[in-house]
C-alpha cells in the first residue's frame, strides 16, 4: 500500500558531502515518523537517524554532528544531509515510514540507495 523512493546516493570522497531523499505514496494516513538505517557488507541493519512527525529526533552516535535529518509531513518526504563522510559511512542506506492505525504500529521499507564514500 505504501511505497518509499530513495534518492541521492552515490560516490564521494572522505570529508564531502551528500544528501539523500525519500518520497512516500500510496496508503499515507497517520505517519508517526520516518528515518534512516543503513546496512554495510557482512554487517547488521542499523539506525542512522528518525524523525516523528512532530519534529522529534533521534540520532546514531557515530552520525552526530554530522547528519541531519529533516522532513517535509505535507509532502510526506524526509531528507538526510550527510557532511564530513567517512569511509565507514559506506552503506546501503534504506528509507523507513512508521504508520499508527489503532494503535498498531507499521512500517514500510524503501528498496536503499548505495553510499560510497572513497579514501
Known amino acids: 500500500q505504501v511505497q518509499l523512493v530513495e534518492s541521492g546516493g552515490g560516490l564521494v570522497q572522505a570529508g564531502g558531502s551528500l544528501r539523500l531523499s525519500c518520497a512516500a505514496s500510496?496508503?499515507?494516513?497517520?505517519?508517526?515518523?520516518m528515518g534512516w538505517y543503513r546496512q554495510a557488507p557482512g554487517k547488521q541493519r542499523e539506525l542512522v537517524a528518525t524523525i516523528t512527525s512532530g519534529g522529534g529526533t533521534n540520532y546514531a552516535d557515530s552520525v552526530k554532528g554530522r547528519f541531519t535529518i529533516s522532513r517535509d509531513n505535507a509532502k510526506n518526504t524526509v531528507f538526510l544531509q550527510m557532511n564530513s563522510l567517512k569511509s565507514e559511512d559506506t552503506a546501503v542506506y534504506y528509507c523507513?515510514?512508521?504508520?499508527?492505525?489503532?494503535?498498531?504500529?507499521?512500517?514500510?521499507w524503501g528498496q536503499g540507495t548505495q553510499v560510497t564514500v572513497s579514501s
Open positions: 523507513n515510514m512508521r504508520q499508527l492505525q489503532l494503535g498498531i504500529a507499521y512500517d514500510y
Open positions: 500510496g496508503s499515507i494516513f497517520s505517519v508517526y515518523a
